[in-house]
C-alpha cells in the first residue's frame, strides 16, 4: 500500500524557516517523482515544488523560487522542503504526492496517493 505522511509543519514568524518532511512507503521510490502542493482557505491546491525520480531534475512555482528548497534522500524514502524567508501567503496546507511522470509543470491530476497534509502557519 502506497503511504506519504507529511511532517514539520507549524507555528512560524514571517521571515522564519522550516522543513517539511514527505517520508514515503509501498512503491519503488526512486522510480516515482515527488511533489509538495499547498491549499490555503478558499484557495485552488497550488503546486509549490516537486523533484523527479529518474533524472532528479527540480520544479519550483514562482513564489517560492529562491526560497524553498526540495531535496530527496533514496536511501530513507523521504524528501524535503525546506522552507526559508517565510512570509504570511505562505499560509497553507501542505500535501506531498508521488506521480510516474516527469514533471514539467506541476498539475495536480499528474499526481496521487496524498498524504494527509501539514499545516503551516506564518504570522506577521
Known amino acids: 500500500e502506497v503511504q506519504l505522511v507529511e511532517s514539520g509543519g507549524g507555528l512560524v514568524q514571517v521571515g522564519g524557516s522550516l522543513r517539511l518532511s514527505c517520508a514515503a512507503s509501498?512503491?519503488?521510490?526512486?522510480?516515482?517523482?515527488i511533489g509538495w502542493f499547498r491549499q490555503a482557505p478558499g484557495k485552488e491546491r497550488e503546486g509549490v515544488s516537486c523533484?523527479?525520480?529518474?533524472?532528479?531534475?527540480?520544479n519550483y512555482a514562482d513564489s517560492v523560487k529562491s526560497r524553498f528548497t526540495i531535496s530527496r534522500d533514496n536511501a530513507k524514502n523521504t524528501v524535503y522542503l525546506q522552507m526559508n524567508s517565510l512570509k504570511p501567503e505562505d499560509t497553507a496546507v501542505y500535501y506531498c504526492?508521488?506521480?510516474?511522470?516527469?514533471?514539467?509543470?506541476?498539475?495536480?491530476?499528474?499526481?496521487?496517493?496524498w498524504g494527509q497534509g501539514t499545516q503551516v502557519t506564518v504570522s506577521s
Open positions: 504526492a508521488i506521480s510516474p511522470f516527469t514533471i514539467v509543470t506541476m498539475q495536480a491530476d499528474l499526481f496521487g496517493s
Open positions: 509501498g512503491f519503488r521510490f526512486d522510480d516515482y517523482g
Open positions: 523533484i523527479n525520480g529518474r533524472d532528479g531534475t527540480i
